[in-house]
């Protein structure tokens, strides 16, 4: 295992085979990939698959406050990183980025 790959795995994210079934619409369960995962002493941590955008930052959707900008893990557009001094799921939403156009939407991966 690579050195990015074992860091990928400490930070919660799946490992780039995962990633690359995903970016090519054969994974089966996006799910258990996509949206918030962690909590309950494991690191918090959002993945979104966003292709097209030039970044992608987390929400909070009570405040509209950013809590953090994930990081591109594949040049297809999947995005993922660690929310930090969160412990526990919360609401949030996704700002796209790309260009000078800013979006907010709901993560549809959020909903159980």
């Known amino acids: 295992m690579t050195a990015r790959a074992t860091e990928r795995r400490r ?4 490992d780039l085979t995962e990633i ?15 949206g918030m995962h962690g909590g309950n002493n494991e690191p918090l941590t959002v993945r979104a698959f966003a292709p097209r955008v030039k970044a992608v930052e987390v929400t909070d959707r ?5 809590v953090a900008e ?36 709901e993560d549809p991966y959020r909903f159980p």
Do not use: N
């Open 20 to 34: 690359e079934a995903l970016v090519t619409g054969a994974h089966g369960d996006p799910f258990r990939i996509l």
């Open 70 to 105: 994930l990081q591109r893990l594949h040049d297809a557009g999947f995005f993922g990183g660690a929310i930090p001094r969160r412990k526990k799921p919360f609401a949030y939403r996704l700002r796209l980025v790309s260009g000078d156009a800013v979006r907010e939407i």
């Open 11 to 14: 930070a919660g994210m799946p």
């Open 62 to 66: 009570e405040t509209g406050r950013r």
